[in-house]
C-alpha cells in the first residue's frame, strides 16, 4: 500500500490512523465498483444537472382544503393542482378582457425570465380571415400570482429601476413623478343609481365621469397591461369581519404595487385562495401609461377612475400607490353603508377589559400616536366597519408617514421598517444604506407600509366588541377650545360632520395666523354619501351601544399660535387614559360659552385651570374676539350641509344644527 501521508488508498493491509500530516484529519475516500472516488462525508445530491440541482432548492405549496359539498366525509374529492390553476388563470384572464375580444387574453403563471416551454401550436391553413387580431392577443401575459414579499423583492430589485434594500432590509421604492393622490383626477362614474345615491356638488369629492369615458381608459389601461410580458395579480381580502368581507384582485405592472398591496389587504391563506373565485372588486394598475388628453373629462396625464356598477376601478398615470388604498377606501364607504354598516376613517384601540375607543382627527391632531398606546391592543390605524358585530379593521397593514421618524417619538413604526416593508420615496445612504428620515429631497410626504403583525400590541384578528368612547380630535392653533369636552350625541353629530382642526400657515413674510381646515367625517376625500348619512349612522349606534362622545383638543392653550402654547402631550394622555378608564364621566361638568361644550372641573394629573380655556388667556376681550371667529368659521363651513334633510321631518337636521355654536 502506498501512503503520501495526506490521502491514503485501501487496498489491504493494516487500517490507517485517522490523522494526517500537521494533526489535519485524514480524508477518508473508498474505491467503488465503477472505479470513482467519493467524498464520504454527505451522500450525494440528488440531482445530475445544475437545473435540477436549482429545482430541489424550492418545494411548492399545495394546499388541500376539500371541495364544499364533497360526496361522503369519508372520501372527500380534491381539487387537483392543475384544475385549481387552471380555474385561477381563467378569472384572471376573465378580468383581463378587453373591450374588443369577448375572452381575455393567453395567461401562463410564471415569470417570463425564466425558461419556459413553449405551447406546441398545429399548423394548418386558415381559410376564413381572423378579426381583432393584435400582437397582444397572439402572445402569452405571464401572471405572478400572490408572490411572497421575497419573491417581489427579486422581482422589484431585477426590474424596477429606484428599487433598494435599507440596512434595517426594508425595500426603498419611488413612486415617480406624483408623490401623492391627485384628489382633482379622481372621478366616478354617474349613472341613474350613482346620480341618486352619492354626494354631488359643492363640497362633495366625488367628480363625475360618464360610463363612456371609464371605459375607455379602462380599455387603455388593460391594453397597456396586456401588451406587458408579465402582470402582478394580487387577490386579497378587506375587512377583518369575514361575515362582511370583501374580495379584492390587484391587477399591476410594478412589483412595489404588488408588495404595498399584499401588506396593505388582508393576506389569505393558501386554503383560502382555493376557494377565491371571482373577486367582488377588481383595481387595473397602470400608473406608468399616461391617460389621454384628449379623452373627455380629462384634465391631466392622470386619471384615477371608479365605476361603482362594474366593481371597477381604473388607475392611470400615476404610480404613488396610495390611490389604490384611498380608492378602495371610498369604495368601501359606499358599500358598506348599504349594508348598514358604518365605514370610518379613524384609529381604533381596545384595553384589556374589551372596552374600545374609536379615535377621529386629521393630520397633526395626534391620532396615530394617541391611538398606539402600549398598554392597550391596536384594532387598527386608519380605517375601519362598525356593524352589528363590533367594529373591525378594514385593511391588513399601516401606512404610516416617516417624515422626521425617529426611534424615540415612534418605536413602534420605527422598529416596523424592517424586511417585507415598503418605503416610499425615502432618502438613503449611497453605501450603508441608512434612511435619513429627516431629509425631504423627494418629498415631504415619505410613507412606510408594513403589515400590521409588525406592530407588537396588534390584536390578530383586527376585530373587536362596540366602541365604549369615541373621540374627536382637533389641533386647534386659535386657542379657544378646551382640552376635552363631553359632547352630547347631536354635538358629536355637528363636530363629526364639521372635522374640524387648525394648521398653521408658516412663517413665510412673518404670515403666522392659524388657518382652519375643514374635513368632512374626518375624511371628506374619501366618502361617497352626503356626509349626515354617515353622522346619523354614528349617532344611532353610539346611542344603541351606549356610546359617548368626546372632543379633545390638542392644539393651543392660553393664545392662539404665536401667543399661547401647545397643550402638552402627557396632559393630553392623561385625559385619554381617564377616558378609556370611565372616570371622567364621574366629574362636574359645566358649559362654555358661545361652543356650549361641557368640560369636567377636574382630570388627575392636568392642571384644572387650563380645562377652561378663557382662564388660561391674559387678554379675555382677545379670547372672546377669537372665539367668535372661530364659531363663524364653523357656521360657514356648515352652510354647505344646510340643504341636505334628514329624519322625519327634517328634525334630525335641526338636533345637528342647534348643536352648533350660538351667538
Not at 251 to 277: D, K, Q, W
Not at 334 to 347: A, D, R, T
Not at 582 to 610: C, H, M, R, W
Request: overall charge negative.
Amino acid at each position: 500500500m502506498a501512503d503520501n501521508g495526506d490521502f491514503s488508498f485501501a487496498n489491504g493491509g493494516a487500517p490507517q490512523s485517522p490523522v494526517g500530516r500537521n494533526g489535519l484529519a485524514r480524508i477518508q475516500t473508498n474505491k467503488r465498483e465503477n472505479g470513482i472516488c467519493h467524498d464520504d462525508s454527505t451522500p450525494p445530491v440528488k440531482a445530475q444537472t445544475l437545473h435540477e440541482l436549482h429545482s430541489l432548492q424550492k418545494k411548492r405549496s399545495a394546499p388541500t382544503t376539500p371541495i364544499k359539498g364533497a360526496q361522503n366525509a369519508f372520501a372527500p374529492s380534491v381539487v387537483s393542482d392543475e384544475e385549481r390553476q387552471k380555474q385561477q388563470l381563467q378569472s384572471i384572464s376573465a378580468s383581463l378582457a378587453s373591450l374588443t375580444r369577448e375572452t381575455g387574453p393567453k395567461v401562463v403563471k410564471g415569470d417570463p425570465a425564466k425558461s419556459v416551454p413553449a405551447p406546441k401550436v398545429e399548423h394548418h391553413h386558415l381559410t376564413t380571415p381572423t378579426i381583432c387580431i393584435s400582437d397582444s392577443s397572439l402572445k402569452f401575459t405571464h401572471v405572478l400570482y400572490n408572490l411572497s414579499p421575497a419573491e417581489l423583492y427579486e422581482q422589484a430589485i431585477k426590474h424596477e429601476r429606484g428599487s433598494f434594500i435599507t440596512s434595517t432590509g426594508a425595500l426603498a421604492t419611488l413612486s415617480g413623478a406624483k408623490t401623492g393622490r391627485s384628489p382633482r383626477d379622481k372621478r366616478v362614474v354617474m349613472d341613474e343609481t350613482a346620480a341618486e345615491e352619492l354626494w354631488w356638488g359643492k363640497g362633495s369629492p366625488n367628480i363625475e365621469i360618464d360610463d363612456h369615458t371609464f371605459m375607455v381608459n379602462r380599455e387603455r389601461a388593460v391594453d397597456y397591461l396586456n401588451s406587458l410580458d408579465k402582470v402582478f395579480v394580487n387577490d386579497q381580502f378587506l375587512n377583518w369581519d369575514p361575515e362582511h368581507r370583501l374580495k379584492v384582485r390587484i391587477v399591476s405592472a410594478r412589483a412595489y404595487h404588488a408588495l404595498f398591496m399584499h401588506n396593505m389587504c388582508i393576506r389569505p391563506t393558501l386554503e383560502e385562495l382555493e376557494e377565491f373565485g371571482t373577486p367582488d372588486f377588481t383595481i387595473y394598475n397602470a400608473g406608468q401609461f399616461p391617460c389621454n388628453r384628449y379623452t373627455h373629462y380629462m384634465t391631466s396625464s392622470t386619471s384615477v377612475d371608479i365605476n361603482l356598477a362594474r366593481r371597477e376601478m381604473v388607475i392611470l398615470g400615476t404610480q404613488y400607490a396610495g390611490e389604490m388604498k384611498k380608492g378602495l377606501f371610498s369604495v368601501m364607504h359606499y358599500l358598506m353603508p348599504k349594508k348598514q354598516i358604518l365605514s370610518l376613517h379613524s384609529g381604533c384601540n381596545m384595553g384589556k377589559d374589551g372596552d374600545v375607543a374609536l379615535f377621529f382627527g386629521l393630520s397633526g391632531t395626534g391620532k396615530t400616536t394617541l391611538s398606539t398606546d402600549h398598554n392597550r391592543y391596536l384594532i387598527g390605524d386608519d380605517e375601519h366597519c362598525w356593524s352589528d358585530n363590533g367594529v373591525s379593521n378594514i385593511e391588513g397593514g399601516c401606512y404610516a408617514k416617516c417624515i422626521d421618524l425617529s426611534r424615540e417619538k415612534e418605536p413602534d413604526i420605527w422598529n416596523a421598517i424592517k424586511f417585507g416593508t415598503v418605503l416610499e420615496n425615502i432618502v438613503f445612504d449611497e453605501h450603508t444604506r441608512e434612511v435619513d428620515y429627516a431629509d425631504k429631497s423627494v418629498t415631504e410626504n415619505t410613507r412606510a407600509a408594513y403589515p400590521i403583525e409588525y406592530i407588537p400590541n396588534a390584536k390578530i384578528p383586527c376585530v373587536g366588541p362596540h366602541p365604549k368612547n369615541v373621540i374627536l380630535l382637533a389641533c386647534d392653533a386659535f386657542g379657544v377650545l378646551p382640552p376635552v369636552s363631553k359632547l352630547t350625541l347631536p354635538q358629536t353629530m355637528y363636530h363629526f360632520i364639521s372635522g374640524y382642526t387648525a394648521l398653521v400657515a408658516g412663517t413665510e413674510e412673518g404670515v403666522k395666523e392659524p388657518q382652519a381646515t375643514f374635513s368632512a367625517c374626518f375624511g371628506a376625500a374619501f366618502i361617497m354619501l352626503h356626509p349626515t348619512k354617515y353622522a346619523a349612522m354614528l349617532a344611532d349606534k353610539m346611542q344603541k351601544h351606549g356610546a359617548t362622545g368626546w372632543l379633545v383638543n390638542t392644539g393651543w392653550s392660553g393664545g392662539r399660535y404665536g401667543v399661547g402654547s401647545r397643550i402638552k402631550l402627557a396632559y393630553t394622555r392623561k385625559i385619554i387614559n381617564a377616558i378609556h378608564s370611565g372616570s371622567l364621566l364621574d366629574a362636574n361638568y359645566s358649559k362654555t360659552e358661545v361652543f356650549g361644550l361641557e368640560i369636567p372641573d377636574q382630570v388627575e394629573g392636568v392642571p384644572a385651570d387650563i380645562l377652561n380655556p378663557i382662564n388660561t388667556w391674559a387678554d379675555k376681550d382677545a379670547y372672546r374676539e377669537t372665539l367668535l371667529k372661530l364659531a363663524g368659521l364653523f357656521q360657514k363651513n356648515f352652510e354647505v350641509f344646510l340643504n341636505y334633510k334628514i329624519g322625519e321631518g327634517n328634525s334630525l337636521t335641526e338636533e345637528i344644527l342647534a348643536a352648533g355654536p350660538i351667538f
